[in-house]
């Protein structure tokens, strides 16, 4: 049965949504490939999966790659393996190869790497899982992440199409929206509460 991922952080508060209007490309230049957010600052693996890459990058500071087993689409029923990106770490707490649950803390939240703009993790979801390190935020190959492929079809999701927020101890979630931020999808407040 296929896994349904929760939020990575507990107290989380979204501050960019997935590709979100034109404001973020405005400030940014560019799409907005993953989602944002800011909150309590240790960072959890979502569910159940494998580490795919763990280190500093050059360009998105620390960064963790996890590939997913099987996950729940709850926005359209879909179920598949997805690659999990998570960037701006101040440090990784895995390793490469290793198994982590929704209890593995895989960093901290930093503020470190070019594309930052203070303390948040910056996540992406990505249902190519033959080129996990591959990113659309990227326009340059790193040295960990790598630039998405060249006309390839681009392959992440929006994140709020993944996530529930566990409501239930030990993780006691809670998910709200940053006020007054022209990047933000209101629906994004509304992401699916399970127990
Ligand atoms: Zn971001």
Redesign the pocket.
């Known amino acids: 049965m296929a896994q349904q991922l929760i939020q990575p952080v507990n107290d989380m508060t979204v501050t ?1 949504s997935y590709r979100w209007g034109g404001a973020y490309r405005a400030r940014f230049g560019s799409d ?1 490939y ?3 957010v800011v909150g309590s600052t240790t960072v959890y693996a979502q569910g159940s999966g494998r580490v795919l890459f763990a280190g500093c990058d050059r360009v998105c500071g620390y960064v963790v790659g996890i590939l997913y087993d099987e996950v729940q689409n709850h926005f359209d029923g879909g179920s598949y393996p997805v690659v999990g990106r998570y ?1 701006h770490l101040a440090g990784a707490q895995v390793q490469p190869g290793q198994r982590v649950d929704k209890d593995t803390v895989i960093g901290i939240m930093g503020d470190i790497g070019a594309l930052t703009t203070g303390r948040h993790l ?1 996540i992406e979801l990505d249902r190519d899982t033959a080129y996990p390190a591959y990113t659309p935020t990227l326009t340059g190959d790193s040295n960990i992440l790598k630039a998405g492929l060249r006309g390839a079809k681009d392959t992440t999701l929006d994140p709020m199409r993944l996530t529930h927020c566990k409501t239930s101890g030990p993780d006691n979630q809670r998910c709200a929206v940053g006020d007054g931020i022209a990047w933000v999808d209101p629906r994004d407040g509304a992401i699916p509460r399970i127990r």
């Open positions: 960019a907005h993953g989602q944002d960037f910056h």
